[in-house]
């Protein structure tokens, strides 16, 4: 009987050990988890991928919202289940500034979980209930001066790029706003089309959806340059904050030890949807979104870039999420 060597058995046993990996994820349903409640653009993506992964995988797809912790509590979950490709993570802007906004964090975004895919990104905007004064940004500085405190604006929830910006540009104006963050766009905007809440600062995805029904009024955008479902509103640059650029995005994480097959196969997946003409025309004219498609290391670099660029505001600013 020939003699198997020690380096042969080694080998042998990891790719064992990979097998039940390999092997479960080829055949149990996938979840998708997002950390926001229905209603909001996280939500909506996550809907079109499953949609196209049950499709071109031939696999069950369930989305699952798990809200809370700034989009925390979602992510956490995906970080602790098992690295076998049936658990992953379709989440917002938010998710770069967990560190920073949270005391105790329930995981470490950089290190438990790996960037699979960067969808893409939409400027931020600032809308006003259409039954409130304001028409631009200079109204809401107006308005805030004489009652400083007295203008409520909703964001998606703490530390969402929305409620960063306005921190940013209340300290640029000296005004005092007051922030409403919630668990989500769907209750945001349903606040503000109800008019509980006076303006909303979300993506251009959330946004534009909603300026059809005549309820809501685009005063400020802050891309570069304008988009061309709001060329009549002005960008913050316009408005005289010179560089001044938020953009929303949206990306793919699966927990930390997913096997790189997996990973890129999971990548090639959502790649394939996302660039499909229908798909692609849908997401740009829905949610406004300028599709980036960008994988591993680009994605990485990208993300590694927002958790600092983020954190300093939240920093600078002592903004502070409870968890909860």
């Known amino acids: 009987m020939p003699r198997i060597s020690r380096r042969t058995m080694l080998a042998t046993s990891a790719a064992f050990a990979l097998t039940p990996s390999i092997i479960r994820a080829q055949g149990a349903p996938i979840t998708i988890v997002v950390p926001f409640p229905p209603g909001g653009s996280t939500d909506a993506l996550a809907r079109v991928l499953q949609a196209g992964m049950q499709e071109k995988l031939k696999r069950t797809v369930v989305v699952e919202n798990k809200s809370g912790g700034a989009g925390a509590f979602g992510a956490a979950a995906v970080a602790k289940s098992a690295p076998d490709g049936n658990s992953i993570l379709v989440t917002f802007d938010s998710h770069a500034v967990i560190p920073s906004i949270l005391e105790q964090p329930p995981l470490d975004v950089e290190k438990d979980l790996v960037p699979v895919f960067l969808v893409g990104t939409a400027p931020y905007v600032l809308a006003a209930n259409a039954e409130r004064p304001f028409q631009t940004f200079a109204d809401v500085v107006k308005a805030s001066k004489e009652k400083p405190g007295s203008v409520k604006y909703a964001s998606v929830g703490i530390g969402t790029l929305g409620h960063l910006a306005m921190t940013l540009l209340a300290k640029k104006t000296g005004i005092e706003l007051t922030h409403v963050p919630y668990r989500g766009g769907g209750p945001a905007m349903s606040d503000v089309l109800g008019g509980h809440v006076d303006l909303i600062a979300g993506s251009a995805a959330l946004v534009t959806t909603q300026l059809s029904g005549g309820k809501l009024r685009a005063i400020m955008q802050m891309g570069r340059e304008r988009?061309?479902?709001?060329?009549?509103?002005?960008?913050?640059?316009?408005?005289?904050?010179?560089?001044?650029?938020?953009?929303?995005?949206?990306?793919?994480?699966?927990?930390?030890?997913?096997?790189q097959p997996i990973i890129d196969s999971t990548a090639k997946a959502v790649k394939e949807i996302l660039t499909e003409?229908?798909?692609?025309?849908?997401?740009r004219d829905t949610q406004q979104m300028t599709l980036i498609l960008a994988e591993g290391k680009e994605f990485n670099s990208f993300f590694t870039k927002q958790v600092s660029l983020w954190g300093q505001v939240v920093k600078e600013n002592n903004i502070r999420a409870t968890g909860g």
């Open 227 to 259: 988009l061309p479902a709001l060329k009549d509103t002005q960008t913050a640059i316009e408005a005289g904050f010179p560089d001044f650029e938020t953009l929303a995005w949206w990306g793919v994480f699966a927990p930390r030890g997913t096997p």
């Open 277 to 283: 003409p229908a798909t692609a025309t849908r997401l």
